[in-house]
């Protein structure tokens, strides 16, 4: 009876797992099976970040406009009109009058700063560097964005291969099961033969809901990354894995590798970027120091709404602000003479922050450095694992080729059996690994090499 229900648990898990199949198979061809180039396209084209990052590149572009408009003359117009109650000027004749009266004055006036110590060429200068920072900014975004899609993928890849290898194993144990229970009615086997295979199935499908589970986070994971709704349908397409040969004999120069990188590394730029716009913030502090010069012209007229001529008549607005109509032409000078020490302060505040950008750069040398050394370590890594571990399987499915010839002629127990494939699939799960961490982590290099 119990072996009964064992079979009818068994097949019914069966046709569960074959149905997960169907359905899973009948959706990756429904749906676009994306390569990992086209995540970077997707990601690059999708991403809320990098739309930030561009965002505030086109930002820092109109403020280097604003800076460069700077250089141009300024313009104004002024009008106004108020009302005179008691002793006032007469703004026409400029006489005293005690009358109440209402008038109003009009001016339009031009004015270019000839020279203000620098300053406003330094701070076009500084925003041209602000502006390569961010950009170099959204670049370090994007490594980052495409080595975490690479991270992600790899995992996806993972997941899909070991629930493969795993699904195999639990269809393995059915028709081992079914032959365990025949030997069992017939009295060759005792029934802890058959507990044993009916625990390993159990812990089979335990293992297969785990990592359904992690592929789908994985998923979830990759679509967040890509910017795609949730409940989109999304697959990943398997990488061509007769392109490890070439990759195994990879044997790229380390130091100029490292060189290479740190050269060009956008993280490296950005911080030298910002270094470039402290010192230019120390040139614009000590412009304070140097006298500003500007020219300018105005054209000014003004009228009394009760303006008489002498025949006692009203005259015309038009007429008073022709008649009153005058021009200057100004030139001045500020020479800063004390200002509470507030410049010389300044100058040394942005002294420190210029220190504080070297150190910044030397420390983003020094931590991409680190990290290229790593993957570069990783990758020397993956390439032993790779070798080590496919030489490894070849010898242990030879191994359990010859136990499972035994075990049908009756040699060694199940437990035997069952342990010599524990060994087998150990070597396989690292197989796997270990060849999915040789290419993705040389994908990594490649993302290194082109930014």
Excluded: W
Excluded at 36 to 63: D, F, G, M, P, V
Excluded at 100 to 113: E, K
Excluded at 292 to 310: E, H, K, M, P, W
Excluded at 361 to 379: G, M, P
């Amino acid at each position: 009876m119990q072996e009964m229900m064992f079979f009818k648990k068994s097949l019914l898990h069966l046709l569960l797992i074959v149905i997960g199949n169907y359905f899973t198979s009948f959706l990756a061809v429904a749906q676009t099976a994306h390569t990992l180039e086209h995540c970077y396209h997707l990601a690059i084209e999708r991403s809320i970040n990098l739309k930030q990052a561009q965002n505030n590149i086109t930002a820092e572009i109109i403020n280097r406009k604003t800076a460069q408009n700077q250089l141009l003359p300024s313009i104004s117009y002024n009008i106004g009109h108020y009302f005179s109650f008691g002793r006032n000027i007469d703004p026409v004749s400029n006489d005293f009058v005690t009358e109440t009266f209402s008038g109003g004055y009009t001016m339009l006036g031009l004015q270019v700063q000839l020279f203000s110590g620098f300053s406003r060429i330094n701070t076009i200068k500084q925003s041209a560097y602000l502006v390569k920072s961010l950009q170099y900014e959204k670049k370090r975004a994007e490594l980052e964005l495409l080595s975490n899609i690479t991270i992600i993928y790899s995992r996806i890849l993972l997941a899909r291969e070991r629930l493969a290898a795993e699904r195999n194993n639990i269809e393995s144990t059915m028709e081992q099961s079914k032959i365990v229970h025949e030997k069992i009615k017939v009295g060759r086997l005792t029934k802890y033969e058959g507990y044993l295979f009916e625990s390993r199935y159990n812990s089979e499908l335990s293992t297969i809901t785990s990592l359904q589970n992690d592929s789908l986070a994985a998923m979830q994971a990759m679509k967040q990354l890509l910017n795609i709704p949730y409940q989109q349908g999304f697959g990943i397409a398997s990488i061509d894995t007769t392109v490890l040969i070439s990759i195994n004999k990879n044997k790229a120069s380390i130091t100029e590798f490292i060189d290479s990188v740190v050269h060009n590394h956008p993280a490296i730029k950005q911080a030298q970027m910002q270094e470039k716009a402290a010192r230019l913030n120390e040139k614009i502090a000590r412009g304070n120091f140097f006298p500003s010069i500007y020219i300018g012209t105005n054209l000014s007229s003004n009228y009394n709404a009760s303006q008489i001529d002498r025949n006692g008549d009203k005259i015309s607005l038009e007429d008073q602000l022709n008649n009153n109509l005058g021009r200057n032409i100004n030139i001045g000078m500020r020479i800063p003479i004390f200002s509470q020490f507030e410049n010389v302060n300044r100058i040394k505040k942005e002294k420190i922050n210029i220190s504080n950008a070297e150190l910044a750069t030397q420390e983003a040398k020094n931590l991409i450095v680190t990290n290229t050394l790593q993957v570069i370590n990783d990758f020397k890594a993956a390439k032993e694992q790779y070798n080590t571990t496919t030489t490894a399987l070849q010898l242990n499915k030879l191994s359990y080729n010859l136990y499972e010839e035994k075990y049908r002629f009756g040699q060694i127990s199940s437990l035997e059996l069952l342990n010599s494939r524990d060994i087998l699939n150990n070597y396989t799960s690292r197989h796997i690994q270990a060849k999915l961490q040789l290419y993705f982590q040389f994908q990594i290099i490649e993302l290194l090499k082109h930014y």
